[in-house]
């Protein structure tokens, strides 16, 4: 079985920013891709940003220039560096793992979310 822990959230103000990050333990044989997904009052959980294994990454349109997400792939660790912050990104955040735990079965893994305020 697959655990994150997702730490960095909190309040930040218009235009500043916040770190979110999450670490993957427990039986990995491959991850093929980590991602922050984002789910606001109200609305449908979204993807935020995603890396693949190759660290290829995609954006959703609404963070594009403003959101980084990496990985640390020695450590299982994907992070989202959040700049510019605005108060429509506030939102659960959600890490999302996938990959698989032999080489035949795929997991699907989620965190169980960090709150970002953004307000002034």
């Known amino acids: 079985q697959v655990q994150l822990v997702e730490s960095g959230g909190g309040l930040a103000q218009p235009g500043g920013s916040l770190t979110l990050s999450c670490a993957a333990s427990?039986?990995?044989?491959?991850?093929?891709?980590m991602g922050w997904y984002r789910q606001a009052p109200g609305d449908q959980r979204e993807l935020v940003a995603q890396?693949?294994?190759?660290?290829?990454?995609n954006y959703a349109d609404s963070v594009k220039g403003r959101f980084t997400i990496s990985r640390l792939n020695a450590a299982n660790t994907v992070y989202l560096q959040m700049n510019s912050l605005k108060p429509e990104d506030t939102a659960v955040y959600y890490c999302?793992?996938?990959?698989?735990?032999?080489?035949?079965?795929?997991?699907?893994?989620w965190g169980q979310g960090t709150l970002v305020t953004v307000s002034s």
């Open positions: 999302n793992v996938r990959g698989y735990d032999d080489p035949f079965n795929h997991f699907d893994a």
């Open positions: 427990g039986r990995i044989f491959r991850i093929v891709a």
């Open positions: 890396v693949n294994a190759g660290h290829g990454t």
